[in-house]
């Protein structure tokens, strides 16, 4: 009977500790990505393959979230972003969406402006870099490529 008790002991110690670190990588994911916070805008003219839930960084370091995105009426891409409290950023920070890597997901940073005035819940921010669509990306080098090629068979012709 001794060897069944300790069997269970070691159960039930093994089960209250598997919930605690539940509970503790919980309530440090909810802070992490919690939805306290300043919610801001950017109003950009592209926002292609953007996604609610996409990182917002500033120095490489995750600061955010959007949140949200939606069409005004000049047909702009207006997207909302949550930024944790304690990010005291300028009035004048732009925005600009970029891509890990060549066909990865898409992230806004933030660069900060040198304004003393901060940025206030609700602030739209003015300056802002549409995402960069890798097709054209594509047409434009291959279009260089083919203009080097026909300079070059012309300049061979000669």
């Known amino acids: 009977m001794h060897e069944d008790t300790r069997n269970i002991l070691v159960g039930a110690v093994t089960v209250i500790a598997l919930v605690w670190v539940g509970v503790l990588s ?3 994911s909810k802070i ?5 916070g300043t919610t801001i805008h950017a109003i950009f003219n592209r926002i ?3 996604q609610v839930g996409d990182e917002v960084r500033i120095a490489g ?3 955010g979230k959007v949140i949200g995105m939606r069409l005004d009426s000049d047909f702009a891409a207006t997207v909302d972003m949550n930024i944790e409290t304690d990010a ?3 009035i ?5 969406i970029h891509t890990e890597g ?3 997901s898409k992230f806004i940073v933030l660069e900060a402006g040198a304004e003393d005035e901060e940025i206030k819940a609700g602030d739209t921010l ?3 870099q549409d995402s960069v669509v890798v097709q054209d990306l594509l047409d434009l080098i291959i279009g260089e490529a083919k203009s080097k090629q026909a300079k070059s068979k012309a300049a061979a012709k000669k």
């Open 92 to 96: 004048d920070t732009s925005a600009a």
């Open 48 to 50: 292609d393959g953007l």
């Open 88 to 90: 005291k950023l300028p």
């Open 26 to 28: 919980f309530s440090s």
């Open 61 to 63: 370091i995750k600061i």
């Open 126 to 128: 003015d300056q802002t």
């Open 32 to 36: 992490e990505g919690g939805g306290s």
């Open 102 to 104: 060549l066909f990865g």
